[in-house]
């Protein structure tokens, strides 16, 4: 069964430039799956499309074998979570009351939260490492603080589908490793498919069963790291020259940039 | 070191160990609030240019012996209607404000700023202008109607390229609301004869209540700020992104146009009968934010209640600081919200 099946999809904003054509992309439950591809190339749109934020122009999208069209928004927030890149949050909620908002999709009605939100809320803001900031105004948060407030808060949604679009933007190093090891840990564990936008080619390479290379918004390319992330086809699609070998400690391609000498 | 620490919590009392809101203290505080309102309410039927006991107030209500029948008449017939003026458009324009600094995420826009309520007064003074206003709920429509196209005007203004720009969003609202301004002088000025009240609308005064406009305007505000509480969750959401709020399961655009449309509506029916009281829709929610977090299933009935007291209160001062004169409310509230205003302006 696949999770997510995009077939034939095209979308554009104004009508003239087309941002996606002809993309066709298939999901099965369970996999973590990167976008890549240059800046403009159409990944957050299609992450949008996805989640039905945008409905496309033409070609389906079907969400567990049912169209997409079909669902009940709602229902689509109880399977997809979406993270955007930006949170142009200016009222000052905290933590807690952030990554709770999180349940309201499965809040069927009622109006506060109850216990077994508030637990489900603990969970994640645990998993994400924001629990001991849970009364804090999110307003007075680092970039990366809430970058994880607002990940725990789509984990809060309990979804079987997390779309992030890169999550990694703001994240130190060790949270970004930390951030995609939970990501990982929550996809073997509980079967959650993942799919990523990201700029970190070796973020990607490393954590991601396939990968999918976007391009002016064709996909290019769609397979194993291995697979895709070649020096010919990086240097083709990014413009710039790379060194791809293998990771010592994986055997998942390396990606090191080569700077001009010029 | 001391004194340091007490002011920073003085500052941020709500930040410190805010729980996530619960119903009980929803109910708790809004209890709170409705106490705090009939106590204002009572003073100010008490206060003005026949001092009357506090006990006669209560008195007139229950029918009491010791009561005149001055005081009576006082009470119930000229100070009671403008009390009740005074609570419904206080509120009003303070749930208004309240939704719409939620659905915009701007702390500073309000049905003032943002001209809404400039346009409520055109409507309301082209009916009267035209004569039509003769049926009591002629001038609450066209004040509905002035205000609904002004929301829909600045919105179109401050949209470019899917986006809000906020400068535009305000500079655009205070552009409308001086060129309506400067249309019903204009009107005024054609009109003379018929429009001697015209002036009230400029600066809101609520000396013009009355039985028949408020038996129109109460129940329409009333069920219309009741539509907008039930949605405070979902405003939650809005708040935080619109895409955030669609991924998490709200029809945004359809939540958005029905909020629109009942803040206007709001904003029409009191300017109908009170005229253009600024600020209000940015003090009341500021202050409730900060003493009861942002959190709209407390905040919208808090600004409802709070916002009842606060233009009783004001417009208390309006009618007694400079007595016999009588200042416009809209006066004092300017001059309480305008400096917030910049304060705000400056923070963000």
């Known amino acids: ?54 409905v496309p122009h033409r070609g389906t999208i079907t969400l567990f074998d049912r169209p997409l069209a079909k669902y009940a928004r709602a229902e689509i927030a109880r399977r997809i979570a979406f993270v955007p890149q930006e949170n142009g949050i200016i009222f000052p909620f905290t933590v807690l009351e952030i990554v709770l908002m999180g349940r309201s999709p499965h ?33 007075s948060l680092s970039g990366g603080e809430r970058q994880r407030v607002f990940i725990a808060r789509a984990l809060a949604q309990q979804p079987e589908i997390l779309l992030l679009d890169e999550p990694n933007a703001h994240l130190d190093i060790a949270h970004q490793v930390d951030v995609f090891n939970i990501l990982r840990k929550l996809h073997k564990d509980r079967g959650l498919t993942v799919i990523s936008v990201s700029h970190d080619l070796n973020l990607a390479a490393s954590y991601s069963d396939r990968i999918a290379m976007l ?48 | 070191m001391d004194s340091s620490t007490t002011q920073r919590r003085q500052d941020q009392p709500s930040h410190r160990q805010r729980e996530p809101l619960t119903i009980r203290r929803t109910i ?39 009561v005149t029948d001055t005081e009576r008449t006082i009470i119930l017939s000229i100070r009671l209607p403008r009390v ?53 709920f002629v001038t609450p429509l066209a004040s509905f109607i002035g205000s609904a196209s002004v929301m829909v005007l600045v919105y179109a203004i401050a949209h470019r390229r899917g986006q809000l720009d906020t400068q535009a969003l305000l500079l655009g609202g205070v552009m409308i609301g001086a060129f309506f301004n400067a249309a019903v ?36 505000l009333l069920v219309a700020s009741a539509l907008l509480i039930i949605q405070s969750r979902r405003y939650n959401l809005i708040a935080t992104g619109d895409e955030a709020a669609i991924q998490l399961g709200v029809d945004v655009v359809r939540t958005k146009r029905l909020s629109y449309l009942l803040a206007s509506l709001i904003t029409g029916l009191a300017v109908s009968v009170s005229g253009v009281i ?41 009618r007694t600081i400079l007595a016999p004169t009588e200042i416009p409310v809209g006066a004092v509230t300017a001059a309480i919200g305008a400096p917030l205003f910049v304060y705000l302006l400056r923070k963000s």
């Open chain 1, 1 to 54: 069964m696949h999770a997510i099946s995009v077939n034939d999809i095209s979308f554009s904003y104004d009508l003239r430039v087309p941002t996606l054509r002809d993309v066709s992309l298939s999901l099965t439950r369970g996999e973590f799956l990167s976008l890549v591809g240059p800046n403009g190339s159409g990944k957050t749109t299609l992450l949008r499309l996805l989640d039905r934020i945008y």
């Open chain 1, 107 to 139: 809040s069927r009605g009622t109006v506060f939260e109850n216990p077994t939100d508030r637990a489900i809320a603990e969970e994640m803001m645990t998993l994400m490492d924001v629990a001991h900031l849970s009364s804090q105004p999110v307003t």
């Open chain 1, 215 to 262: 391009v002016c918004g064709s996909l290019v390319a769609v397979g194993t790291p291995g697979e895709v992330m070649t020096e010919d086809r990086i240097k083709e699609v990014f413009g710039t020259s790379v060194l791809v070998d293998q990771h010592p400690g994986g055997g998942t391609p390396r990606i090191t940039l080569i700077p001009s000498t010029s």
């Open chain 2, 28 to 66: 708790t505080v809004c209890a709170g609030l409705l106490v705090l309102l009939v106590a204002v309410a009572v003073v100010a039927l008490s206060i003005g240019s026949v001092s009357i006991p506090l006990s006669h107030v209560l008195g007139a209500f229950t029918g009491s012996d010791t």
């Open chain 2, 84 to 136: 009740l003026l005074a609570i419904v458009v206080g509120a009003g324009l303070s749930i208004a404000g309240a939704v719409l600094q939620a659905l915009l995420r701007n702390p500073l826009a309000e049905p003032y700023i943002l001209g809404i309520s400039s346009g409520g007064t055109i409507g309301a003074i082209v009916a009267i202008g035209l004569s039509v206003g003769a049926a009591a």
């Open chain 2, 185 to 220: 002088l204009l009107i005024i000025a054609v009109f003379n004869q018929e429009l001697r009240n015209a002036f009230l609308w400029l600066m809101g005064n609520l000396s013009t209540a009355n039985p028949e406009s408020l038996a129109v305007v109460t129940p329409l």
């Open chain 2, 278 to 318: 600024g600020f209000v829709g940015l003090i009341i929610p500021h202050i409730c934010r900060m003493l009861f977090g942002p959190d709209h299933r407390l905040l919208l009935p808090a600004s409802f209640l709070a916002g009842a007291s606060f233009l009783l209160l004001t417009d208390l001062l309006a």
